[in-house]
Nanobody
Framework: QLQLVESGGGLVQPGGSLRLSCAAS????????IGWFRQAPGKEREGVAC????????NSTGSVKGRFTISRDNAKNTGYLQMNSLKPEDTAVYYC???????????????????????WGKGTLVTVSS
């Protein structure tokens, strides 16, 4: 069974840190871009960060630049999102997703576009509150 499972969410005080993990089973994550997304209550799901298959290309949304770091360990079939200096507005369910970066997509759409992801996890809740 192909699946992604997120872990590492929880309650943290403002200014604190969390490290989210995204473990793949049933397929090799090493052939996919990995994206992290989040959805806050009453809001649409948004992209947070993306990392290429090799790991040499990353990008993140402006509100988390300098605070969140995306990484991957293909040998462990796992992706990560290190979140530092957390703010209350970071509160959301965080999802990881995997994208098969096919030639058809390259040059046509950005990596880790919401509509382009092939597999999704069920999410992990991050709550930033004092």
């Amino acid at each position: 069974q192909l699946q992604l499972v997120e872990s590492g969410g929880g309650l943290v005080q403002p200014g604190g840190s969390l490290r989210l993990s995204c473990a793949a089973s049933g397929f090799s994550l090493g052939y996919y871009n990995i994206g992290w997304f989040r959805q806050a209550p009453g809001k649409e799901r948004e992209g947070v960060a993306c990392i290429s298959i090799s790991g040499d290309s990353t990008n993140s949304t402006g509100s988390v630049k300098g605070r969140f770091t995306i990484s991957r360990d293909n040998a462990k079939n796992t992706g990560y999102l290190q979140m530092n200096s957390l703010k209350p507005e970071d509160t959301a369910v965080y999802y990881c997703a995997a994208e098969s970066w096919t030639p058809k997509k390259q040059g046509v759409q950005p990596m880790c576009a919401l509509y382009g992801m092939d597999y999704w996890g069920k999410g992990t809740l991050v709550t930033v509150s004092s």
